[in-house]
């Protein structure tokens, strides 16, 4: 079945970066190669917010809050999607996905990425 695997979060101080990859297993690369992507993030309590997108022909949208900090990119050979994050706040602490930016895949178990001194 479908699989997201989330990676490379962690404890960073404010001012830091770190990178997030998602993988995707049980799909079919022609199936991916046409999939928008994305990375969403949640906090404890709250709905899961859309950071950045990802189409096909590589053009690229962000929220208001991370536009000019985060960058995303897509491997679409190795089915992976990676956000480069930097300049991080305290703010940025969430659990962050990966899914279509249509978000109709399983998600998975996300990566938690803490941004405090």
């Known amino acids: 079945q479908v699989q997201l695997v989330e990676s490379g979060g962690g404890l960073v101080q404010p001012g830091g970066s770190l990178r997030l990859s998602c993988t995707a297993s049980g799909i079919a690369f022609s199936a991916f190669a046409v999939y928008a992507m994305a990375w969403y993030r949640q906090t404890p309590g709250k709905e899961r917010e859309l950071v950045a997108t990802?189409?096909?022909?590589?053009?690229?949208d962000y929220s208001d809050s991370v536009k000019g900090r985060f960058t995303i990119s897509r491997d679409t050979p190795k089915k992976t999607v990676y956000l480069q994050m930097n300049s991080l706040k305290p703010e940025d602490t969430a659990g962050y996905y990966c899914?279509?930016?249509?978000?109709?895949?399983?998600w998975g178990q996300g990566t938690q990425v803490t941004v405090s001194s």
């Open positions: 899914n279509r930016a249509a978000g109709n895949l399983p």
């Open positions: 990802i189409s096909i022909g590589l053009g690229t």
